[in-house]
């Protein structure tokens, strides 16, 4: 069975983490998942024994967060010849911050990118209870499982 890991950080509403501990959940028996908040600046594990290596969080600003960023920088030679996934939630569910990230790592093969939207109480959106407000759901969960069983498949 193919196993990944998927480095995150999710703070605003935990909305990525949500979307990760969902589709683990539902790739049980086909794809191993690991996930690993760098957001404490905990420990990563040793890389060497996965497949592939997820990098997941919200969109701030136009862009993936700070410590998934300084990650990948930090680590570019290491990432060099290894399989890499974005995953992203944000207000716009696109994949804009992921391609500027996924550049960062040249030398790196992308199997692929999933985005959806997340709930956003950032600013004046607070005052109406935000938007996306029961994002991620259900069925972005199962989409991001399939995502990942089919690239994890090729
Ligand atoms: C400070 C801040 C800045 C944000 N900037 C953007 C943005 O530039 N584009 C966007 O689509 N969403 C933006 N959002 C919405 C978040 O990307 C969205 O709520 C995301 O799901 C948060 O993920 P998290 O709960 O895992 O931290 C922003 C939210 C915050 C709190």
Same mark, same amino acid.
């Given at each position: 069975m193919k196993k990944i890991i998927v480095l995150y950080d999710s703070w605003h509403h935990n909305n990525t983490e949500k979307l990760l501990q969902g589709c683990s959940k539902k790739c049980q028996g086909k794809v191993t998942i690991d996930l690993c908040s760098l957001h404490d600046d905990n420990a990563v594990p #040793?890389?060497?024994?996965? #497949?592939a290596i997820g990098f997941a969080s919200g969109v701030y600003a136009g862009r993936m967060s700070d410590k998934i960023l300084t990650y990948i920088k930090d680590n570019q030679t290491a990432l060099t010849g290894r399989s890499v996934l974005f995953f992203s939630t944000s207000s716009s569910g696109n994949t804009k911050a992921m391609k500027n990230a996924a550049d960062?790592? &040249? $030398?790196? *093969?992308?199997k692929g990118m999933f985005a959806c939207r997340g709930w956003n109480t950032f600013g004046p959106f607070k005052l109406f $209870? $935000? *938007? +996306?407000? +029961?994002? &991620? +759901?259900e069925a972005d969960m199962q989409k991001a499982a399939d995502f990942i069983m089919e690239t994890m498949a090729e």
């Open positions: #040793d890389l060497s024994s996965y #497949d960062m790592i &040249p $030398g790196s *093969t992308v $209870g $935000g *938007t +996306n407000k +029961n994002c &991620p +759901n």
